[in-house]
């Protein structure tokens, strides 16, 4: 078990997450692999290994995402469950951690717990588990207790979850036998104990991600690491700030929880090489299907009529606000103040509804540069300690990471801000966390707090 004053503060390390469906992956290519194949999962994998990347992240999606009465064209593909996809993993890597995304508002914590400590003993201390609450009743509709929890009480519940799996795991006491375990969640109970004993990192690392007070609260209180939406340099600052200040009032160091964003990398010898490559990347996400889509969260209503290379419609919203469709989170914009700016900046620039999206896809399209420059950039991002790491988002898939293994890591280590082995044999050691909070004499409250939230 790594020590404390090993932490790697001042370091990055990488994540590559596995996106499954979405719009940001390139899958028209050549070289584009496959959502479903295990051939692109095993080549993603082993490369970030080599790459000594800390971990391999998967998303949940429960239910195929609708829009407007339509699915997404492109969860018709499908996806695995994450627990399958990464037990898979695990038996083709040696080092990688295997993170999987599970939400508390669906899943039954005994059982919830069980499984990811099976993924965590039988890859040999590597599994984490994404704590995620997920937001919208028509997932809900799934599943038997149907879309219930409302906003506020979602992260109540999470925590008894969380807090339950925790029990669950240090049940299994190999001195005094199992205790079992009994808990009262509000909306139902369970009796239960570990069904096996612990692995060598004692309990799968725990992630978090979501991003409201309530969210950031509980992460203070109980993951280890969070995966943010705040990849920019001023962004992460102010999030960094911003968490550690949470984390510090839930009794814990500030150091305990370590920063992951999401982010996209386009990468080339040059800086100019980049930026063309840069444009290339999202003219190729935006297809013309993703351009409509794009602006039909605005206008709520079905825009299969227009042409993707004419304008922007004339007609306005059929909404006030912005509504999310069924699975994609869209923020609630007054929709006709949207719609009228957006159709005057595409009208001055002369563009098209395609090349209006691509713009916009742009302007939020990750850190672009070449390797020299990128890795100046995260030696500042480490050494004002903004960050811990990226979860790296890769457009191409299985080989969109090739050249950050390739080209950036190996400029990383030379400036001294990436590990040059893997720490350890667990997830745990190579992120060097310190051991978890209910197998430390450090901070109780922070975790028997929690049930008092009720
Ligand atoms: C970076 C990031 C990634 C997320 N990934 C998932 C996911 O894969 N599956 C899921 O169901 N929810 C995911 N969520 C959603 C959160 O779990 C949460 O339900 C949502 O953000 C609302 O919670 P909040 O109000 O605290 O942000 C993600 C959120 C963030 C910020």
């Known amino acids: 078990m790594s020590r404390p004053d090993e932490n790697p503060s001042g370091q990055i390390q990488f994540g590559v997450f596995f996106q499954g469906v979405n719009f940001s992956t390139i899958w028209t290519e050549p070289e584009s692999g496959s959502q479903t194949d295990f051939e692109s ?19 949940e999606g429960l239910r195929l995402r609708e829009h407007l009465g339509r699915l997404h064209d492109l969860d018709v593909v499908g996806r695995p469950d994450a627990l399958t996809q990464l037990a898979a993993l695990a038996a083709v890597t040696d080092r990688i951690g295997l993170v999987a995304t599970q939400n508390t508002t669906y899943n039954d914590p005994v059982d919830l717990a069980h499984r990811l400590q099976s993924l ?8 984490a588990w994404n704590v995620v609450t997920t937001d919208n009743a028509w997932t809900g509709e799934n599943f038997r207790r149907g879309g219930y929890l409302d906003h506020a009480d979602r992260y109540v519940h999470a ?10 795991w240090d049940s299994w006491d190999v001195e005094e036998g199992i205790r079992p375990v009994e808990r009262d969640l509000g909306h139902y109970s369970v009796r239960g104990s570990a069904r096996l ?3 060598p990192q004692e309990h799968p690392v725990l992630f978090q991600a979501g991003d409201s007070d309530e969210g950031r609260d509980f992460a203070a209180r109980s993951a280890d690491v969070i995966f943010s939406a705040h990849g920019g340099f001023e962004d992460a600052r102010a999030f960094a700030a911003d968490i550690r200040r949470r984390v510090v009032a839930a009794g814990r160091p500030d150091d305990d929880v370590k920063i992951f964003p999401g982010q996209q990398f386009v990468l080339a010898e040059t800086d100019a090489e980049a930026a063309e490559k840069a444009r290339w990347v999202a003219e190729h996400q935006v297809t013309p299907a993703t ?14 009529d227009y042409d993707p290379d004419g304008p922007l419609p004339d007609i306005d919203p059929v909404v006030e606000v912005t ?9 609630g914009q007054k929709a006709r103040d949207t719609a009228a700016a957006w159709r005057a900046q595409a009208s001055e620039k002369g563009l098209s509804i395609r090349e209006f999206v691509i713009e916009a896809s742009r302007r939020q399209g990750g850190i672009v540069g070449g390797y020299q420059t990128v890795a100046d950039l995260l030696v500042r991002y480490a050494q004002e300690r903004v960050v811990d790491g990226f979860n790296i988002v890769p457009w191409l898939i299985p080989s969109g990471i090739d050249d950050i293994v390739n080209h950036l890591v190996p400029e990383l280590q030379e400036r001294g801000v990436y590990p040059t082995e893997y720490r350890g044999r667990t997830l745990r050691e190579h992120l060097g966390l310190r051991a978890p909070l209910t197998r430390r004499a450090l901070a109780p409250d922070a975790v028997s707090r929690s049930f008092d939230l009720v």
Not at 159 to 168: K, L, P
Not at 291 to 304: K, M, P
Not at 323 to 331: H, K, P
Request: glycine residues 12%.
């Open 41 to 59: 999962f095993r080549r993603l994998a082993q490369t970030a290994e080599r790459g000594l990347f800390a971990a391999f992240f998967l998303g």
């Open 120 to 127: 965590d003993v039988l890859s040999g201390g590597r599994a």
């Open 159 to 168: 925590q008894r979850v969380v807090d339950t799996a925790r029990a669950v």
């Open 197 to 199: 004993p612990r692995g």
């Open 291 to 304: 351009a409509l889509a794009f602006l039909e969260n605005v206008w709520g209503t079905s825009l299969q």
């Open 323 to 331: 509504g999310s469709t069924r699975g994609t989170a869209f923020a």
